[in-house]
């Protein structure tokens, strides 16, 4: 909405409906926003916005290094990103990207009401697939079918306009640090932008959610 360039008083009464119309308003969120910055620099740099193929997960993979000042301006569009939530929708309930891909189904009951919703269409939780799609040789037989069946569906949804085309996992905390020859460099500026912006939680700069496991820096 904000890169619309739209009349300010037509976006301020968009606002307001939303506030009045809808009672529950999410917003997803970043533990990680070491990450979430690194992630999009990659992007940026390798200009593969989203995974569809193996052919995009190799052109990722090409990265080794990112631009440090791009870095720096995906942190200060998160910090944008925050204030404007706080200033625009105050009373939002906000989801975390960590939780959605490694406890989907849980974070699904808390949103909806309904619980293990997908569990029990696909025949396993939603997180072991998302594992399962990311690397298929480490999935058990259960997962798999799973896998197949979620693959199936998103395809059927594509077909029918219902879905674009749908992005699997691209790369893990372990994996941009393996990458990026500048990655330390990074976690040296977001530790000391993080000095002026105390309500993002540093000492989770160095946890891969995906792995569940601290790096070793």
């Known amino acids: 909405m904000d890169f619309r360039n739209d009349d300010s008083k037509d976006i301020h009464n968009f606002f307001n409906f939303i506030n009045k119309f809808y009672e529950k308003k999410i917003f997803c969120d970043r533990k990680n926003t ?6 999009l620099a990659i992007k940026e740099k390798s200009k593969i916005y989203n995974i569809f193929s193996n052919k995009d997960r190799e052109s990722v993979h090409q990265v080794d290094s990112v631009d440090e000042k791009r870095f720096l301006h995906y942190l200060k569009g998160y910090t944008d990103y925050r204030i404007w939530i706080t200033k625009n929708f105050d009373d939002s309930e906000l989801i975390y990207y960590e939780d959605v891909i490694t406890d989907t189904d849980n974070v699904m009951y808390k949103m909806t009401g ?3 919703t997908l569990k029990r269409y696909f025949g396993a939780p939603m997180a072991s697939i998302l594992r399962a799609e990311h690397d298929d040789n480490k999935s058990n037989m259960v ?7 979620y693959k199936t569906l998103c395809d059927h949804l594509v ?7 749908v992005p699997v996992k691209n790369t893990s905390l372990r994996q941009k640090k ?3 020859k500048n990655f330390k460099r990074c976690l040296k500026f977001f530790d000391r932008w993080t000095d002026t912006h105390n309500f993002v939680d540093k000492s989770v ?5 995906w792995n569940q496991k601290r790096l070793t820096i």
């Open 205 to 209: 700069a160095t946890y891969d959610f």
């Open 178 to 180: 393996s990458m990026i």
């Open 159 to 165: 077909e029918k306009q219902i879905l674009r085309l």
């Open 34 to 39: 070491f990450e979430l910055a690194m992630s």
């Open 114 to 116: 309904y619980k293990d």
């Open 143 to 149: 997962n798999q079918n799973a896998l197949t069946k």
